[in-house]
């Protein structure tokens, strides 16, 4: 959740560690922080809230040094505040150390600390990490990898440690277990961070470190080693990515950059895999393992938050395309409740960083059963990507912005494609249905380019409506969970309560909240539910309720129904999603914008949950 960045080498640290903490920003910003080291002297600057305060709190103050560490901090021990931001120093004030992920027996490990006389001056388990890693290295006598290494074989729960010592002044020394962590590799220099935005500025050389593994960095030199102080072959990757991937350009949020962004991502997605004029989707994942999905007993996908609706528009696209049946769990549970999973079943994670913890861990205790793992990420190299057994990246980008939305789009673009060419491949879908998804699908991009053409309405729509207490999100069929993600996104963005339903159950309980003040989303484009949504926007109209409608381009039943309207192009219903979420997307920004939020950072959200 919080984001890292490290430097060893012969530039000022201070300089590169600040832009790298303004580039991770969206992995947290409840408070921040930077320890440099120069003349062996530790100097540590730490802030509550964003990067911005931290830099205006330091002008004029020492910030010389060729090496530093520096945090951006999503809270989980201790509320956000000075004396709990990160870096954190040891007790006797040799040691600095920043930590992105939970310590689960750091209470145990406080007492005994406290019993030695140990004092504490946060309520952090990264303090607490620290001063027993300088208790081990003390009465042990060892150098401080070799404590850090006792000291992560005790420790339970999840990590990635950059630490810095006044007796070492060129070295970083790092670890990580189930949170990421990436070193960029220069010309006598070494960058360290959670992902590679703070990176690609000055090297596309990088290392994706392993959980387990111990790094040594210096200036001039990589060791990494495993916690049985073994050496392992660091594996050098190249950054597919450009600098202005992870810069605004011209838009006044990631955000609303993100959502425009679309056409080009979901074309990126669909380049060389969807081939409509010769009939073929070339997707090597799914071809080299046609066999586990044709003979699936079951999928089972598993994910969390906007990547968990994407699972639910996919459960219904592989029923229907390729008749194999599909459960969509929440990651978070299932990992907890001792799911029945036998070899021959097909587990599909999707995850946007790749490095969702509740899905790492539910993917290796499958993985151990005997399930066939299929990765649909966006970050390369990620966690999930290396555990899988095969899987299909969404070429989405960079998503900077927390609210997801071109990453949702990437995922689906996917999804659609593996449903087609499972289904094709399965004879559950002929030939000429198969011919016309594809060209529905590739027709995406453009149709996009329509909708955010003129979102005028949209923007009208957001204002008019910024002040209401509570949204209604309904829709039927394929539309049901982008009606869920509709509300999430509002939720995020604009701190609204909002809830998702399917239109059909409105009368089982949600239209006891109907009035003339409540909004009612509809996505009711043109699809087989059609008649029955007609039905379900009557009733709400009939009870006085305000309906906005996600309607189908020429249809002029809905739109006359409606109080407000957004529409999209017509398109099949099997692709429809792609289309009818992205003016739930604009409307979740416009309505944050209008009430003065920070819609790329909202309140109490990270980008990427990599603890529990």
């Known amino acids: ?30 408070s921040s922080g930077v320890a440099l080291l120069s003349n062996n002297k530790l100097k540590v600057y730490k802030k509550k809230g964003k990067v911005a305060e931290l830099e205006d709190s330091v002008i004029g103050l020492d910030l010389q040094g060729t090496i530093g560490i520096g945090h951006t901090r999503w809270a989980t021990h201790g509320e956000p505040s000075d004396r709990n931001a990160h870096p954190h120093q040891s007790q006797s004030g040799e040691l600095a150390m920043i930590h992105n992920g ?17 004092h504490f001056k946060s309520d952090t388990d990264t303090e607490v990490l620290l001063n027993f890693i300088e208790d081990i290295k003390i009465n042990n006598n060892c150098a401080l990898e070799e404590a850090l290494r006792i000291a992560l074989k005790r420790v339970v729960g999840a990590y990635c440690i950059l630490l810095i010592s006044n007796d070492d002044p060129t070295t970083i020394i790092a670890a990580r277990k189930g949170s990421p962590l990436v070193i960029g590799i220069g010309k006598g220099e070494h960058f360290l961070a959670s992902d590679a935005s703070p990176i690609i500025e000055y090297t596309k050389e990088v290392v994706y470190v392993n959980d387990y593994e111990i790094a040594i960095v210096k200036p001039d030199e990589l060791i990494l080693k495993n916690l049985g102080n073994e050496k392992q072959t660091p594996f050098i990757t190249k950054l597919d990515m450009e600098l202005a991937a992870i810069e605004k350009g011209g838009y006044d949020h990631f955000m609303l950059k993100e959502i425009h962004e679309q056409p080009n991502s979901i074309f990126d997605c669909l380049r060389g895999r969807l081939l409509p004029q010769s009939g073929q989707i070339m997707m090597g994942g799914i071809e080299n393992n046609m066999d586990a999905f044709i003979h699936a007993n079951r999928i089972v996908i598993v994910a969390c938050g906007t990547s968990w609706h994407a699972g639910l528009i996919a459960e219904y696209l592989i ?19 001792n799911p029945v999973i036998h070899k021959g079943d097909v587990i599909i994670a999707i995850s946007q960083s790749g490095e969702t913890a509740d899905t790492l861990v539910a993917l290796e205790s499958a993985k151990e059963k005997g399930a066939f793992i299929f990765g649909v990420v966006n970050a390369v190299g990620s966690s999930i990507a290396r555990l899988s057994n095969a899987g299909a990246y969404t070429h989405s980008g960079p998503e900077i912005g927390v609210a997801s939305t071109k990453a949702f789009t990437g995922q689906l673009a996917v999804l659609m494609m593996m449903a087609l060419k499972i289904g094709f491949a399965k004879k559950t879908i002929d030939e000429k249905r198969y011919l016309q998804l594809m060209r529905d699908l ?27 207490s509570d949204f209604l999100f309904l829709g039927r069929g394929y539309n049901f969970p982008v009606a869920l993600e509709g509300a999430l996104k509002l939720k995020e963005i604009s701190y609204i309560h909002a809830e998702g339903y399917p239109a059909a159950e409105m009368k089982h309980g949600p239209i006891a909240l109907v009035d003339e003040k409540l909004p009612v989303v509809f996505v009711a484009t043109k699809d087989s539910y059609y008649q029955k949504i007609v039905s379900n926007v009557q009733e709400i ?9 996600v309607a189908t381009i020429g249809d ?11 529409l999209v192009p017509d398109i099949d219903e099997v692709i429809a999603p792609l289309l009818s979420v992205v003016p739930l997307q604009l409307l979740s920004y416009y309505v944050g914008l209008y009430k003065g939020l920070d819609v790329d950072k909202p309140r109490n959200l990270a980008k990427s949950v990599t603890v529990e």
Do not use: H
Not at 7 to 23: D, F, N, S, V
Not at 319 to 337: K, N, T
Not at 443 to 458: D, F, G, R, Y
């Open 1 to 30: 959740m919080c984001g890292i960045v490290g430097y060893t080498g012969p530039r000022e640290a201070y300089p590169i560690i600040l832009k790298g903490l303004k580039r991770l920003e969206y992995r947290g910003y409840d």
């Open 541 to 549: 109209k009939a009870r006085k309720g305000k309906v906005i409608a």
């Open 102 to 118: 939970i310590i689960e027996n750091y209470t145990q490990i406080k007492k005994e600390l406290e019993s030695k006389g140990y």
């Open 319 to 337: 029923e229907e395309l390729c008749r194999i049946p599909v459960e969509v769990e929440y990651a978070s549970e299932f990992r907890y409740r």
């Open 442 to 468: 590739e027709s995406v991009p453009e149709k996009i380019k329509e909708i955010l053409a003129n979102t005028k309405e949209i923007e009208r729509i957001a204002e008019k409506y910024k002040d209401a």
């Open 556 to 566: 002029d039943i809905i739109p006359g129904m409606a109080d407000d309207v957004m």
